[in-house]
């Protein structure tokens, strides 16, 4: 088991949160990496987090989102999948880093999704080309899903 740190920044470079996770798959497409929420519990509304949940994270070499696979920590129960619009990741020998530009998608285990934080995104002062590459973004998570291409192949 390899250990991988994992560091989520802001949309400026700006580290917010860092945590432990093993290596779970390399590829030429994305790296994968499991993890357990360490974080107190928090209920976002549309999903509750809890201490111990299970996370699978694929951070694609050249995509400007990653995906994490959220399931219950004590049942393993899928929950969904929580996808952030990010910059490509930073990748380093023992480290993943990813540039965090605030909007994301949230896709229930039925198919359905959400669209979160449009407002935190529109604050950001990003490039014109970034912009477009975010909403890229959305809309490729959302073929992902609708095609129910992996890891969206446990939809319901």
């Keep these: 088991m390899t250990a991988i740190t994992v560091i989520k920044r802001d949309a400026r470079g700006e580290d917010e949160l860092s945590y432990q996770a093993v290596l779970r798959e390399v590829n030429e497409e994305f790296i994968c990496v499991d993890a357990q929420f360490a974080l107190a519990d928090r209920d976002l509304g549309y999903i509750k987090l809890r201490r111990g949940d299970h996370f699978r994270e694929w951070f694609y070499q050249d995509r400007w989102f990653n995906i994490f696979r959220v399931a219950d920590g004590e049942t393993n129960s899928l929950k969904g999948w929580y996808c952030n619009i990010t910059r490509p990741p930073i990748l380093g ?4 880093a990813a540039e965090d530009l605030c909007l994301d998608v949230f ?11 449009e407002e935190d ?3 950001l002062k990003l490039a014109k080309h970034e912009v477009q590459k975010a909403w890229q973004a959305v809309s490729a998570i959302g073929r992902l899903v609708d095609k129910r291409l992996p890891p969206f192949d446990e939809i319901r």
């Design 93 to 96: 020998a023992r480290q993943i």
């Design 107 to 117: 896709v229930y285990p039925d198919g359905r999704t959400l669209l979160l934080d």
């Design 121 to 123: 995104f529109a604050k």
